[in-house]
């Protein structure tokens, strides 16, 4: 299958788009994105959230295992089972 015009950031824009779907939450999938907090919230809160943002990852993870599994890749993508 051919993808006409794609781009790197295009894979940021689809997990931005999928993240609320499989449950991480708005600002932790921002900071996954590397946003950076603004006005006070930025200011006062200096929290990384690295455990929260560990979390989405391994959701983000599981999610892109179970597309793969289903088109019949995963082994194909050393994806873990």
Known sequence: ????????H???RTFRSHARRIGID???????LNHK????E???????????RAKGFAAWEEFLVAIALKAG???ELDAPL
Do not use: C
């Open 73 to 75: 890749v995963a082994s």
């Open 26 to 32: 708005r600002d932790i999938a921002e900071l996954m």
């Open 37 to 40: 907090r603004k006005g006070l």
């Open 1 to 8: 299958m051919e993808v006409p015009r794609w781009h790197f």
């Open 42 to 52: 930025g200011i006062y809160d200096r929290n990384m959230e690295f455990g929260l």
């Open 10 to 12: 295009d894979l940021r």
